[in-house]
T-cell receptor, first 113, second 110 residues
Framework: GAVVSQHPSRVICKSGTSVKIECRSL??????MFWYRQFPKKSLMLMATSNEGSKATYEQGVEKDKFLINHASLTLSTLTVTSAHPEDSSFYIC?????????FGSGTRLTVV | EDQVTQSPEALRLQEGESSSLNCSYTVSGLRGLFWYRQDPGKGPEFLFT???AGEEKEKERLKATLTKKESFLHITAPKPEDSATYLC???????????FGQGTTLQVKP
């Protein structure tokens, strides 16, 4: 079955620094990947859709300059949280489409101190 | 506007006590409805995709059904390991995006 690997699973960073999260499709090629954010006891909130070789499409209210998304290959998408602040602390999850099954990574717990 | 509502928000069952989770949706151009299981601190794990009204799918103690406005996840004789949050997500053909409900958190006590 389709497998999506997400790294790191946990990261703690200092306020003002940047953090990169990787999302890889291990056994299939994903032209489209999605990035979600999840608050405690809340559902998944779509942040952006990334398409291989083109610019990501961000949902309304998501800061493009803060959450940089790169989808340079058919198996890798990255999310960089720039100049992180404590309010960016959250659970970030990626998903890849294959082609009608949406497979999720295991998530990244980001804590900004 | 596309909307998804799951009920109940939380459900406590005794081991072996069967029940159903509800997912009501309003989506323009439904392309499919997905069910996921999510354990604390993990990403959602795929369970089922349903594509048309009347369709049913089963996996172990779980059975998912679909109508034009609702989907149900039936849990038969649950075990403690079935404890998790269950998410439903219709896929809009208009946007190509999954629309997630708030989830039902199931706790099965031995």
């Amino acid at each position: 079955g389709a497998v999506v690997s997400q790294h790191p699973s946990r990261v703690i960073c200092k306020s003002g620094t940047s953090v990169k999260i990787e999302c890889r499709s291990l056994d299939f090629q994903a032209t489209t990947m999605f990035w979600y954010r999840q608050f405690p006891k809340k559902s998944l909130m779509l942040m952006a859709t990334s398409n291989e070789g083109s610019k990501a499409t961000y949902e309304q209210g998501v800061e493009k300059d803060k959450f940089l998304i790169n989808h340079a290959s058919l198996t890798l998408s990255t999310l960089t949280v720039t100049s992180a602040h404590p309010e960016d602390s959250s659970f970030y999850i990626c998903s890849a489409r294959d082609p009608d099954r949406y497979t999720f990574g295991s998530g990244t717990r980001l804590t900004v101190v | 506007e596309d909307q998804v509502t799951q009920s109940p928000e939380a459900l406590r069952l005794q081991e072996g006590e069967s029940s159903s989770l509800n997912c009501s949706y309003t989506v323009s151009g439904l392309r499919g409805l997905f069910w996921y299981r999510q354990d604390p601190g993990k990403g959602p794990e795929f369970l089922f995709t349903l594509y048309s009204a009347g369709e049913e799918k089963e996996k172990e103690r779980l059975k998912a059904t679909l109508t034009k406005k609702e989907s149900f996840l039936h849990i038969t004789a649950p075990k403690p390991e079935d404890s998790a949050t269950y998410l439903c997500a219709p896929l809009s053909s208009n946007t190509g995006k999954l629309i997630f409900g708030q989830g039902t958190t199931l706790q099965v006590k031995p």
